[in-house]
């Protein structure tokens, strides 16, 4: 019987900065592609940013930003935070990579919990 092969979870460095390149792409300073998944409760904001290659489309202008929901820009901060271009801070809950698939899962502290 063949063994299976063993994989193991690598923890990857964090992106300095991610900035919206267009609706539900977000962009890293090596130009990797990071695609949100909002998860909404009563209690709390998280995101599930997976870092896949697509195709990118033309970038969004200013017009297309006003409603967007989530921060224009995260940059990282120390602590394993992200602040975005609308100053709150999100905490990196984790932020692994599996089989080669990369994702982050961010949660939108509370403004009592900034230090």
């Known amino acids: 019987?063949?063994?299976?092969?063993?994989?193991?979870?690598?923890?990857?460095?964090?992106?300095?900065?991610?900035?919206?390149?267009?609706?539900?792409?977000?962009?890293?300073?090596?130009?990797?592609?990071?695609?949100?998944?909002?998860?909404?409760?009563?209690?709390?904001?998280?995101?599930?940013?997976?870092?896949?290659?697509?195709?990118?489309?033309?970038?969004?202008?200013?017009?297309?930003l006003e409603a967007y929901e989530l921060p224009l820009m995260w940059q990282l901060y120390p602590g394993k935070k992200y602040r975005g271009s609308d100053s709150m801070l999100w905490q990196i809950l984790y932020h692994i990579k599996f089989r080669g698939v990369e994702d982050m899962l961010l949660e939108l502290m509370e403004s009592e919990d900034y230090p």
């Open 1 to 64: 019987m063949a063994e299976q092969p063993t994989y193991r979870t690598e923890t990857p460095q964090d992106p300095q900065r991610l900035w919206i390149w267009e609706k539900h792409v977000y962009l890293d300073e090596n130009k990797r592609s990071w695609l949100p998944i909002v998860l909404k409760t009563d209690e709390k904001v998280q995101v599930i940013l997976r870092q896949q290659d697509v195709p990118l489309g033309l970038a969004m202008i200013p017009e297309q």
